[in-house]
């Protein structure tokens, strides 16, 4: 399994609304990210767990709260979202260098 | 100063030409340089990574890395349309910090 997979694909939430971005990887990668992007732009950094522990928060506000339960799993909780908050959101795992993304979620914020 | 500098492009070259994508970083510690393909809509795909000076080739891609000028670039040969695309370039210093990315268009 050479994947990282995310769920769900696209998501739809309201500003008062919670929901979770999960994502799963099987390779044995002891570091995850999360990274948004918007529309045009790069990825930019959010969250990296190493070793099912956060290790990196790049100043991300609240509202998104990550939670590694296991070494194959990483989850984003959200909680009251702003519509700027729209964008993709891309999980990725490495061993070490190098980058294996999943393929995103697409959260649009009403 | 940006970390990662890419020219934002676009940049448009006949098919079965060479597209040269050029890159400058900031960090002179940086040890690993990688070049991510993003389609439109698409996750990120890595093609190419680079850690010591000189070429790296695979393929009909060959990236190029000097550090003492901070410069990495990537060279596509006998370009196809299915390589249009925007290209991230990405280094790795404590994690990994993108490049705005440059688009590329390949004209049949």
């Known amino acids: 399994d050479t994947e990282v997979t995310q769920t769900p694909k696209h998501l739809v939430m309201g500003m008062t609304n919670k929901k979770s971005l999960k994502c799963e990887q099987h390779?044995?990668?002891?570091?995850m990210y999360w990274y948004k992007q918007k529309a045009k732009k790069p990825p930019e950094l959010m969250f990296v767990?190493?070793?099912?522990?956060?290790?990196i928060n790049e100043s991300v506000p609240s509202r998104f709260s990550p939670e590694c339960p296991n070494s194959s799993l990483l989850n984003l909780h959200l909680h009251a979202l702003q519509p700027e908050d729209s964008a993709l959101y891309l999980c990725a795992s490495s061993p070490g260098a190098g980058y294996t993304f999943g393929s995103g979620t697409r959260l649009t914020v009403v | 100063q940006k970390e990662v500098e890419q020219n934002s492009g676009p940049l448009s070259v006949p098919e079965g030409a060479i597209a040269s994508l050029n890159c400058t970083y900031s960090d002179r510690g940086s040890q690993s340089f990688f070049w991510y393909r993003q389609y439109s809509g698409k996750s990120p795909e890595l093609i190419m990574f680079?850690?010591?000076?000189g070429d790296k080739e695979d393929g009909r891609f060959t990236a190029q890395l000097n550090k003492a000028s901070q410069y990495v670039s990537l060279l596509i040969r006998d370009s196809q349309p299915s390589d249009s695309a925007t290209y991230l370039c990405a280094v790795n210093q404590n994690d990994m910090r993108f490049g705005a990315g440059t688009r590329l268009t390949v004209k049949p």
């Open positions: 680079i850690y010591s000076n």
């Open positions: 767990y190493s070793y099912e522990k956060l290790s």
């Open positions: 390779m044995g990668h002891r570091a």
